[in-house]
């Protein structure tokens, strides 16, 4: 149940951070500048928004190993009492 939760969290920041990417992205291509200054800052857009989605990855994976090495540790404990 708990694990459920945590995946809907996790689909809707995931979502909220692209819509905010594209938005972005959308809002400078809109924008009046030359297209050298344009291309340039929809790098730096993307490349932000990889080193986001990167760090979010990294928090989610050391998450999913907490839990995982918690429910080991649990079933171990659970076993050896037997």
């Known amino acids: 149940m708990e ?3 945590d995946a809907n969290a996790v689909s809707f920041v995931s979502g909220f ?3 905010a990417v594209l938005g972005a992205g959308i809002a400078l291509l809109t924008a009046p500048d030359s297209g050298h200054r344009m291309r340039r800052r ?4 993307a490349t932000d ?3 986001s ?3 979010q990855l990294d928090d989610f994976a050391e998450d999913v190993k907490r ?3 918690d429910a080991v540790h ?3 404990e659970r076993f050896a009492s037997r």
């Open 42 to 45: 929809i790098r730096r857009v």
């Open 53 to 55: 989605a990167g760090d």
């Open 3 to 5: 694990y459920e939760q």
């Open 17 to 19: 951070i692209l819509g």
């Open 74 to 76: 649990a079933t171990r």
């Open 67 to 69: 839990r995982v090495d």
């Open 49 to 51: 928004a990889k080193e």
